[in-house]
C-alpha cells in the first residue's frame, strides 16, 4: 500500500510561480505518478505525468509552463508551476500506480493524495 501526501501549495498572484511536492510512504521508482487538478464545479483533469523510463506528458493547458520531475531517492514528486494564471485556482493531487500500468490521463490511478491547495489572484 503506497501513501501519497502533496505540500507546497498556497496563494499566489497571476504569474508567480509554486513548486508542488508529493511524498510517498513506499519506494515508487518504477511506478507512474502524475498530477491532476480539481476546480470547484469542475472535473478532475491531468496536468502531468512521468513514467517508470522517465517519460514525461503534459496537458495542453500548462505546457511550457509547468514541469513534472521526480526524485527516486527521496521518494518524491514536484510538479514546478511557473507563469501562474488565475485559471489554475484548484486542488492539486498526485496519484501513482504500480508498473506497468500508467492510466494518464485518465483517473484510473490507483493510489491518490489528500490534495493540495493552489489560489491564483489576479
Known amino acids: 500500500q503506497v501513501q501519497l501526501v502533496e505540500s507546497g501549495g498556497g496563494s499566489v498572484q497571476a504569474g508567480g510561480s509554486l513548486r508542488l511536492s508529493c511524498v510517498a510512504s513506499g519506494y515508487t521508482g518504477r511506478y507512474c505518478m502524475g498530477w491532476f487538478r480539481q476546480a470547484p464545479g469542475k472535473s478532475r483533469e491531468g496536468i502531468a505525468a512521468?513514467?517508470?523510463?522517465?517519460?514525461?506528458r503534459y496537458g495542453d493547458s500548462v505546457k511550457g509552463r509547468f514541469a513534472i520531475s521526480k526524485d527516486n531517492a527521496k521518494n518524491t514528486l514536484y510538479l514546478q508551476m511557473n507563469s501562474l494564471k488565475p485559471a489554475a485556482t484548484a486542488m492539486y493531487y498526485c496519484a501513482a500506480d504500480r508498473p506497468p500500468r500508467c492510466p494518464y490521463p485518465s483517473l484510473g490511478f490507483g493510489y491518490w493524495g489528500q490534495g493540495t491547495q493552489v489560489t491564483v489572484s489576479s
Open positions: 512521468i513514467g517508470s523510463d522517465g517519460r514525461t
